[in-house]
């Protein structure tokens, strides 16, 4: 695959614009189909050149709140505001976004250089401007030797590029994403998504990103809305997120939980044999029968034959090794070194305790996402 | 240590007695054999069958009154009373229905893709009706109802051929924007500033032009092969003329225009196709914005 090339930010093309960089504000959103509430009174400030990432669980809303923001779907009630200017009844044509796609959207009767330099023909650029900021963006991207070929004729990977770099031709006011990486190997993946960011860095363009893969949005993103359901669950940093979950369902769904019954009592709870403070959140007013939601390296395991779990599964990661301890009816998920985890073998009686300094608790009855015990 | 893919290593590698590729194949070479030798007989059937009346047109159409090999059919036929008129008139009608039934078709297509791709069930009934119902209702029914004026016209026939033309045009262009992602490509168009007509006529038409030219050609052929409605209308198209026309040639000039029609029609979709082959390689050699 063709490298991203390092160039200099000289070109008018490269440089952050008046543009670049505008606030967006979707307020109380609301959009049905049929009986489904795709977006539930949906409200998100997203700051001047903000990376904000949508994720959630198919279904959740997240490319509904992109495509109603790009002009796409007509909204029941609420507004979308760019810049302090409602736009919800303007055309998705008139909204300077520029968007790259899920699917390959490249034209294919176009040459990556004509593709490029097709939001310019709309706006009635003269053929040697628009020839030479398709140019520009193609070596932005590192393609500027895959001008003259056609979409069938590029990987997924370059076909992706050329979209981002025909989406950023217009010098869109904001840059929407709608899961462009999901169709990608993963190592073209990885790559385009350090790219991407790189770009969206340097030109300081608000850029809004959809997507249900976690390390994308933890890697990419400077804050992360977590939606369920058509409506918000938290918008936090990543590292906040992860650290931080404000929800059971946004504990599940980023990054891995394992639910571990416990009693509250006083803010604290004994997990494995350890009292621990309860974390700030929902859990802090509860009392009496809860699920404390334990993260991989939140646990330590020890080989012991009087120990009470025993090993049911492991998986390896390189670096880490994943393993799955059955302890009565749960099932808990504790990350180790792959040095150490290569000791523990299948069936082998283990201790587990809590290294953690105060753990998560939610309600035994809460309704949370996919259920994260399925899967290593 | 332990060589890689020795028994017990970590990379313990199964040894499979390897076996002739003939046996996983489909079939025996005999038995492939018979298949190929079937799959030839179907080919000579089907060619003989459309062929050899064919060919029988041809060698009669060349043929003089008196049985010898003569070109005088062809020859006679433009000077023919009646020929050039028919055949201007064909041609006339062919354009004209093309040009309507495009108009009408490809919007509502596109239309019926993008917003309410529901209704292509529906389309898929409606679009079949014409075949259905035969062309001596239609036209009957339309004669009663038309006032003079517009029967006056022959292209009230075009409008007649729009319905008929309608079963392969919709399908020719179905097949054509459900080979493309057309929702995607008319969003990504729009989000670039891009309205429905620059829309329609930059990405949607070129990415579906083996259909439209498909489409064409089907409606051409229909044009020029139909009889009932252009006879019941009075019209003499060159299907009419073909069967008015009397003289002592003891058929050899109609059969001759039949025989330029049908060849006339392949050259025309020869024709179309090395014209979009060749505009494809075209554009692609084209650089620039």
């Given amino acids: ?376 | 240590m332990a060589p890689i893919g020795g028994p017990g290593s970590l990379f313990e590698v199964e040894v499979v007695e390897s076996r002739p590729v003939a046996e996983f194949s489909s079939g025996s070479p005999k038995r492939r054999r018979r298949i190929r030798w079937w799959r030839l007989v179907v080919l000579v059937l089907a060619g003989v069958y459309f062929l050899i009346p064919i060919y029988a047109g041809l060698k009669f159409s060349f043929e003089n009154a008196a049985g010898h090999l003569s070109d005088e059919a062809f020859r006679d036929l433009p000077s023919a009373p009646g020929f050039t008129a028919a055949l201007t008139l064909s041609l006339k009608l062919a354009l004209a229905t093309v040009v309507v039934s495009t108009v009408l078709m490809v919007p509502t297509s596109i239309y019926v893709h993008v917003r309410v791709p529901r209704l292509r069930r529906l389309l898929d009934v409606v679009t079949v009706l014409p075949i259905v119902i035969p062309p001596i209702v239609l036209i009957i029914g339309v004669l009663g109802v038309f006032p003079q004026w517009a029967k006056a016209s022959p292209y009230l026939l075009s409008f007649m051929y729009v319905i008929l033309a309608m079963p392969f045009v919709y399908r020719s262009l179905d097949a054509g924007l459900g080979a493309i992602d057309l929702k995607t490509l008319t969003e990504a168009s729009r989000s670039l500033g891009g309205n429905w007509f620059k829309t329609l006529w930059r990405v949607i038409l070129p990415n579906i032009r083996p259909a439209l030219l498909s489409a064409t050609v089907l409606t051409l052929a229909l044009v020029f092969g139909e009889y009932t409605m252009a006879s019941l209308d009075l019209w003499t198209t060159v299907p009419v003329w073909i069967v008015q026309f009397n003289t002592s040639s003891n058929g050899h000039i109609q059969v001759a225009a039949s025989m330029l029609g049908l060849v006339g029609t392949w050259i025309l979709l020869v024709l179309v196709v090395s014209l979009d082959r060749s505009q494809s390689r075209r554009s692609r050699r084209k650089l620039g914005a």
Avoid: W
């Fill in chain 1, 1 to 376: 695959m063709t490298q991203m090339k390092d160039i200099p930010m000289t070109n008018s093309m490269v440089q952050p614009t008046a543009a670049a960089g505008a606030a967006v504000s979707l307020e109380n959103l609301v959009r049905t189909f049929g009986a489904v509430r795709a977006l539930d009174g949906f409200t998100l400030k997203i700051e001047p050149g903000e990376f904000m990432a949508l994720l959630g669980p198919s279904g959740c809303g997240k490319t509904t709140a992109l495509r109603v923001l790009a002009g796409f779907e007509l909204l029941d009630s609420g507004r979308v505001v760019v810049d302090g200017v409602d736009l919800s009844d303007v055309s998705a044509r008139k909204r300077d976004m520029g968007m790259v796609f899920q699917s390959y959207s490249l034209f294919p009767n176009m040459s990556a250089l004509n593709n490029v330099a097709f939001g310019l023909r709309m706006r009635k650029q003269s053929s040697q401007v628009r020839r030479k900021k398709a140019v520009e963006l193609l070596e932005m991207v590192g393609l500027a030797d895959q001008a003259a070929k056609y979409p069938h004729q590029m990987s997924g990977g370059q076909q992706q590029r050329i979209a981002l770099a025909r989406a950023l031709a217009i010098e869109p006011r904001v840059l929407l994403l709608d899961e462009p990486l999901s169709a990608l190997d993963a190592m073209v993946r990885a790559e385009l998504r350090d790219q991407i960011r790189l770009l969206q860095q340097r030109l300081a363009i608000t850029t809004v990103f959809v997507t249900h893969d976690q390390e994308e949005v933890l890697s990419m993103a400077d804050r992360v809305c977590v939606m369920s359901r058509g409506h918000i669950e938290q918008v936090a940093p990543p590292s906040e997120l992860y650290a931080r979950p404000a929800t059971a369902f946004v504990a599940q769904f980023v990054g891995i939980s394992s639910r571990v019954p416990v009693d509250v009592s006083n803010g604290e709870v004994v997990v494995f044999g350890k009292r621990c403070p309860v974390r700030s959140g929902e859990g802090r007013t509860l009392t009496g029968g809860a699920d404390a939601l334990l993260r991989p390296e939140d646990i330590a395991i020890e080989v012991d034959t009087e120990g009470k779990g025993f090993v049911t599964r492991k998986s390896f990661f390189g670096a880490m090794t994943r393993v799955v301890v059955q302890t009565g009816d749960i099932s808990v998920r504790v990350d180790v070194r792959s040095d150490v985890g290569s000791d523990i073998d299948l069936g082998a009686h283990v201790r587990l305790s809590i290294v953690a300094r105060d753990v998560l608790v939610a309600s035994r009855q809460e309704v949370v996402g996919p259920d994260a015990a399925a899967t290593p």
